[in-house]
């Protein structure tokens, strides 16, 4: 499981959500496609940061976000 590491107030931020987006990506070229809640369970992060790192990976066009009828599932591009 993958885990963003505590850091101090003063270097939260950018660094964290650079750290989760590593991490999702990660976890995604380990296992492939996942489901939102999925992704969410295997990256050891709060949601939040997740969504954060989601919407990095997204910026950047390196992951494909599907919807589907019960969700959404993530892959890399």
Not at 27 to 46: I, M, N, Y
Request: with cysteine; net charge negative; glycine share 10%.
């Amino acid at each position: 499981m993958a885990t963003v590491t505590e850091n101090s107030a003063s270097t939260m931020g950018v660094e964290q959500i650079g750290e989760a987006a590593g991490l999702v990506w990660k976890t995604l070229s380990q296992h492939g496609r996942l489901s939102f809640t999925k992704l969410c369970k295997e990256v050891d992060a709060p949601r939040d940061m997740v969504l954060q790192g989601i919407g990095w990976l997204a910026r950047e066009d390196k992951i494909e976000i599907e919807e589907l009828a019960r969700g959404k599932t993530i892959s890399l591009r």
